[in-house]
């Protein structure tokens, strides 16, 4: 008897497919995020998300501040909502 394991077991299945897409095709996949990011004139970086993309801006936080020698917040956004930024020199990038 085969068991219906629904979309997710499926996504779980395409998912190594997906990454190595990513990677292959980085440069034209992100191309315009980072020309945006590059003509901008950002002084913090809020990575918002929920969920594994929340923890994924967690994890990123520390090598972005590092690397882009800017402040970076990670934020579910639910909290996000409330947050009062005062830098208009400020980028928000979202993580689904």
Do not use: C, W
């Not at 497919?17 to 990011?37: G, L, Q």
């Not at 929920?50 to 972005?64: D, F, I, P, R, V």
Request: net charge neutral; charged share 25%; proline share 1%.
């Amino acid at each position: 008897m085969k068991r219906d394991y629904g979309d997710m077991y499926q996504y779980i299945l395409e998912s190594k497919k997906a990454v190595r897409n990513i990677i292959s095709n980085h440069e034209e996949i992100f191309h315009d995020a980072i020309e945006y990011f590059f003509n901008g004139n950002y002084e913090q970086i809020y990575v918002i998300g929920s969920g594994t993309s929340y923890h994924a801006a967690l994890a990123a936080k520390n090598l972005m501040e590092k690397v882009l020698q800017m402040k970076v917040f990670a934020s579910y956004p639910i909290v996000f909502k409330d947050e009062r930024i005062f830098n208009k020199n400020t980028l928000v990038m979202g993580l689904f």
